[in-house]
């Protein structure tokens, strides 16, 4: 049985927090956060259109039983390299990386928290001096998926004119500024016994020569065994887990659990620089997920100049909250 992987007919659907324990295992990287201890996150696995092309060894509860010499799991990944997929899931979910060279570390924390956290240090009493700069344009931002373009239902309905809901971008503001993210997910087809994740593309296969089949990354939440209307077991998957959805829009849809109050923040800032008067034990516990609270308001560190050894104020640039 192949740890991190269930079987869905003849495919594997590796899950996201095995692939990322061994990008941080093979780094060197011990890593821990909000964004790995979330129950559901962990439920995320991969899309994959790889078949097996390999007879399994027998059957256990209706899942097949594979042995894991049989399998490289990175053979069912997307094309996309390791950093790719590390910014891909920071820009889905909103969320930093934090490292710690000395204890060769990595915290995966939601940027909402850290904006929505009290604030630690009060530092009025250490300011030099404070100006602002120049004000940033408030241009707005849309949230976009890059789409699987080898899948026939991520495309425009030639009737309406419209791309499934699912695949919609979010727009907040005037929208100027776009990301586009390199993790989707798939249309959730409820019309039948079984709810089941709908695509329309080409599978590869070396034994029915499709060898040179691609497919985008996407993600679904993994939904353990569920009864159809037969009462029958089936491994379900969808785009939903509590009370995420992996689709922008809507109450439960990435912007309104991840991405809100970054975004809010984000277009109601601006850069300020100030220099502080700060010695060396200021500088070993400033840490860049943390508020600091000046003279009536607080502020996100963005940027340090420091000249060791320390001969003069230590110059940052600001954002305030």
Known sequence: MVIGIFCVGWQLQP???????KIFDYSGYTATGPVLNDVDLNKLIFYSVVSLDIQPDGYLDEKFIIASSQINVAD??????AAELLNAYRNLLCFGYFFDTTSNSVQLVFLKDIINAPTQKDWTSKLVTGYTKEQKDQTGFTLAFTLDSNDDLTKENPDTK????????F??????????????????????PYTLPHASQRA??????????????RLLFWNGLQADNFGKNFPAASNQSGSYQLQWNGPDGLYERFHKDWMIFQENTAPI??????DIFDLQTIDMKE???VAGQNYLIGKISVTLPLN???KMILYKI
């Open 291 to 293: 508020k600091i609270y």
């Open 204 to 217: 590869k296969s070396s034994f029915y020569e499709l060898k040179d089949t691609t497919f985008a990354p």
């Open 15 to 21: 899950f996201l927090s095995h692939v990322l324990s």
């Open 162 to 169: 419209q791309i499934p809901d699912v695949f919609k971008p």
């Open 273 to 278: 620089e100030m220099e502080f008067d700060l």
């Open 312 to 314: 003069g104020p230590v």
């Open 76 to 81: 069912h990944l997307p094309d996309m390299t």
């Open 171 to 192: 727009i907040f503001g005037d929208g100027e500024k776009k990301l586009d993210v390199k993790l989707s997910s798939l249309i959730i087809d409820q019309s039948g």
